[in-house]
């Protein structure tokens, strides 16, 4: 979303970007309006619990009042907030969703979105999976019917699509088309590739010497306890490969052994340092595993949580990377990928192809450019509400 509210700011748009209080400093440095979301919990703590979508409910009304205020052509949402999509059909306003990783609407014979299970190879497993159709639209169907409580008690519509925090005018799916599927793709739906926005840190000091450098990317959000960089530290001494860790501006618990050819470093900024890497070593976050196929460096992909797995097996899937198994993570496991994925010239081959196509395609442009396309076609995609609002302004820009 940073990346693209910059590139809509860089094409003369006036863009107000609501978040967290946390992305104010990196919002304004873009020449971005910033503006304070609610932070509620996202899911249900003991502390504070909160029935479904009641997160949802709550700050709908907020980030309408935020929206009203800067009059905005075009409302540009994250999928997984649903707030300003439901603000923004309130305010009679068209509204586009970025998915930041593989597209979750599922098709027929291929595995549900999550599970982190690769494509079928035979028509026996596409009928397998199939199978697993019904039960599945049953978990969404429960969702739809929570989503539209939560509409209803904010004055909207029910909705009929079983994925109704998506939105059915632009879809910007911000991720490789290599790491997706083959299916029939909606026509609101866009695959523009990575879209990808990292705060700046100094030039990365590589350890010396020429063996193969290993680059470790944990999670920012997940592994607090740092079983993967310790293990990556463990297996790999040893190997004829030079390690640079990055703990992710998160203390180490306890001390850490580094070998002669190893270092730990709280920060970095990975476009400078995958370049040199002939292997990234990530919980596949797709911020990371985007980053570093853009590179054109090979992952070794150790998934933890949430989208992690579905992101390792398409990645696995393309050739382009190993999948090690969060339950099977030891030094010797990783050791063994990590020998792998160095000693099989596939992966560097597939890595570099997808490296060439992301140098040759603007993600960030592209979705810039939908999203101009939608606010253009303003007026036939407003409800009356919508005219209304929009005709007390004379002169309106484009915001997103």
């Known amino acids: 979303m940073l990346a693209l509210g910059k590139r809509l700011v860089a094409r003369g748009h006036a863009v107000t970007f609501e978040t967290w209080e946390r992305w104010s400093e990196p919002s304004r440095a873009t020449g971005m309006e910033f503006v304070a979301a609610p932070e509620y919990p996202v899911f249900p703590t003991l502390e504070r619990p909160l029935a479904p979508y009641e997160a949802v409910r709550r700050a709908t009304p907020i980030t309408r009042r935020a929206i009203a205020a800067c009059r905005p052509d075009v409302v540009v949402h994250d999928i997984l907030t649903l707030a300003p999509a439901l603000a923004a059909e309130l305010e009679g306003l068209p509204a586009a969703t ?233 030094p010797v496991t990783l050791r063994l990928a990590v020998q792998r994925a160095l000693s099989d010239v596939r992966y560097a081959t597939k890595a570099a192809e997808l490296g060439n196509w992301a140098a040759a395609n603007d993600g960030v442009g592209r979705a810039a450019e939908l999203v101009e396309q939608l606010a253009g076609g303003l007026e036939a995609t407003l409800s009356p509400i919508g005219r209304e609002l929009r005709g007390r302004d004379s002169n309106p820009q484009l915001n997103g």
């Open 98 to 330: 970025l998915v930041p990783h593989p597209y979750p609407v599922g098709a027929p014979g291929l595995p549900p979105y999550g599970l982190g299970a690769r494509m079928p190879r035979t028509g026996l497993g596409s009928r397998l999976w199939s199978a697993l159709d019904r039960l599945t639209e049953a978990g969404l169907r429960r969702g739809r019917s929570e989503l539209n409580d939560t509409r209803a008690r904010l004055g909207l519509p029910k909705l009929e699509n079983l994925f109704g925090g998506i939105s059915e005018q632009l879809c910007v799916v911000a991720t490789f088309p290599q790491l997706e599927y083959p299916r029939a793709w909606p026509d609101h739906v866009h695959l523009v590739g990575p879209v990808l926005w990292e705060p700046a840190a100094p030039e990365p000091a590589l350890p010396p010497g020429t063996e193969p450098l290993v680059l470790v990317a944990p999670s920012t959000a997940q592994d607090p306890g740092h079983r993967l960089l310790r293990a990556s530290l463990a297996g790999l001494a040893g190997l004829p490969v030079r390690v640079l860790a990055v703990a992710g501006r998160r203390p180490l618990p306890r001390p850490t052994r580094c070998g002669r050819s190893a270092s730990v470093v709280n920060w970095l900024t990975y476009s400078r340092a995958m370049p040199h890497a002939s292997l990234v070593i990530t919980h596949a976050g797709h911020g990371t595993l985007a980053r570093a196929l853009s590179c054109g460096t090979p992952v070794l992909a150790v998934p933890h949580s949430g989208d992690m797995g579905e992101n390792a097996a398409r990645v696995e899937w393309a050739g382009a990377g190993v999948r090690l198994p969060w339950r099977l993570l030891a």
